[in-house]
């Protein structure tokens, strides 16, 4: 599956890989986002961390839906990473799985000005060499 996943387009700064964080940044090579999930009381977590914030419960990466809405967003003009072209969107996306389950992440194949705080997207992702590892970078695009 992960052959099927394009190159990105623009080099994105993407964190170390940690035990923590891999199962995030890796699981779009099975075409499934990540999120980690309390073994415990089931809350899902994101960003990733040792362990669950509500009962202290072990986490373990679960696959969900892809899906959410965006909760909100900015157009960046300013060039701050050459390889990026601007403008592009960063976005927080509340994932459909839980209330308050958000990640950030960029919006993809649209007008940036067409992004707007409702919007229904779903998950794609770029492949990037993140320090010798290929990470799996989650975008979403308008459903």
């Known amino acids: 599956?992960?052959?099927d996943v394009p190159p990105a387009a623009a080099a994105r700064v993407?964190?170390?890989?940690?035990e923590h964080n891999r199962a995030f940044w890796t699981g779009g090579g099975g075409n499934r986002l990540l999120i980690l999930r309390c073994v415990r009381c089931e809350l899902w977590v994101s960003p990733p961390a040792a362990?669950?914030?509500?009962?202290g419960g072990e986490l373990n990466p679960r696959p969900?839906?892809?899906r959410g809405t965006v909760f909100t967003h900015?157009?960046?003009?300013?060039?701050?990473?050459?390889a990026v072209p601007v403008p592009y969107v960063v976005?927080?996306?509340?994932l459909d799985e839980q209330p308050d389950l958000r990640i950030a992440a960029n919006i993809v194949d649209?007008?940036?000005d067409s992004v707007r705080v409702g919007l229904p997207v779903e998950v794609r992702f770029e492949r990037q060499d993140v320090y010798g590892e290929i990470a799996f970078v989650p975008v979403f695009a308008p459903r």
């Open 74 to 82: 900015t157009v960046n003009y300013q060039p701050f990473n050459p």
């Open 110 to 112: 649209c007008e940036p």
């Open 64 to 66: 969900v839906s892809g």
């Open 14 to 18: 993407l964190p170390t890989l940690d």
């Open 91 to 94: 976005a927080i996306i509340e």
């Open 1 to 3: 599956m992960s052959e």
């Open 51 to 55: 362990d669950c914030p509500e009962c």
